[in-house]
C-alpha cells in the first residue's frame, strides 16, 4: 500500500505566488524526501529531511516534518513557470520488513503560470 | 558525468516475449531499484538491491525479475510480459540505502501488446 499520500493532487498558481503541497504516511519513518519531476522525465532529488529535523531550507524552498501527524509540508516561494513539474514525496521506513524500501506518493502536479 | 542509463527508451512488444531492460550507474553506487510509474498511482518499487549479489522484493514484484551480478548494472527481467505490464520504468541508484538521495535514469517506455 502507498505510504505518501499528497494533497493536493493538483495545484494551479500564478507567477510569483507560493506554492504548498502537503504529503501524509502511515507509520513511521526515517527520513522524508521530496522529488520534482517534469513531464515523463527522470526524478530529480530535491530535499531530504530526517526524522529528527522539524524544518530544512534549500533555495527557494522549504520543508516540514510533524512526525507526530505523519505529515510534511513542501513550500515553493516565489514560484516561476519553471517550476511547473509534478511533485513526490518518498518515505524511508527503515528497518524491519520495510528495510531497503523507498515508497513515494501519487505525487501533486503544479502548473505556475506566466 | 555521473549518470544512471536506460536501455531501450521505448518499447513495444508482444504478449509472452521475454524482454530485458537495462540499468547501469557509473557511481559506484551501492543501492540500486527499479519503480514503475502508472497514471493516478504514482511510483511503485518493484525490486531494490542493497549491493551486489542482494536484490530483495518491493511493494510490485510480481512478474518481474532482476539480478545484481556487477555493482553498476541491474537489469530488468520480464520473462513473459502482460498487456498490464504496460507502464513507465525507471531506474534508480543512490548511496547507502533509500534515505539517501536517489538518482533516475530517464525512463523506459513498455507497451506490451
Known amino acids: 500500500s502507498q505510504q505518501g499520500e499528497e494533497d493536493p493532487q493538483a495545484l494551479s498558481i500564478q507567477e510569483g505566488e507560493n506554492a504548498t503541497m502537503n504529503c501524509s504516511y502511515k507509520t513511521s519513518i526515517n527520513n522524508l524526501q521530496w522529488y520534482r519531476q517534469n513531464s515523463g522525465r527522470g526524478l530529480v532529488h530535491l530535499i531530504l529531511?530526517?526524522?529528527?529535523?522539524r524544518e530544512k531550507h534549500s533555495g527557494r524552498l522549504r520543508v516540514t516534518l510533524d512526525t507526530s501527524k505523519k505529515s510534511s509540508s513542501l513550500l515553493i516561494t516565489a514560484s516561476r513557470a519553471a517550476d511547473t513539474a509534478s511533485y513526490f514525496c518518498?518515505?524511508?521506513?527503515?528497518?524491519?520488513?520495510?528495510?531497503?524500501?523507498?515508497?513515494f506518493g501519487q505525487g501533486t502536479i503544479l502548473t505556475v503560470h506566466p | 558525468e555521473a549518470q544512471v542509463t536506460q536501455n531501450p527508451r521505448y518499447l513495444i512488444t508482444v504478449t509472452g516475449k521475454k524482454l530485458t531492460v537495462t540499468c547501469s550507474q557509473n557511481m559506484n553506487h551501492e543501492y540500486m531499484s527499479w519503480y514503475r510509474q502508472d497514471p493516478g498511482l504514482g511510483l511503485r518499487q518493484i525490486y531494490y538491491s542493497m549491493n551486489v549479489e542482494v536484490t530483495d522484493k518491493g511493494d510490485v514484484p510480481e512478474g518481474y525479475k532482476v539480478s545484481r551480478k556487477e555493482k553498476r548494472n541491474f537489469p530488468l527481467i520480464l520473462e513473459s510480459p502482460s498487456p498490464n505490464q504496460t507502464s513507465l520504468y525507471f531506474c534508480a541508484s543512490g548511496w547507502g540505502g533509500p534515505g539517501y538521495e536517489q538518482f533516475f535514469g530517464p525512463g523506459t517506455r513498455l507497451t506490451v501488446l
Open positions: 529531511i530526517r526524522s529528527n529535523e
Open positions: 518518498a518515505t524511508d521506513a527503515g528497518g524491519g520488513t520495510s528495510y531497503g524500501k523507498l515508497t
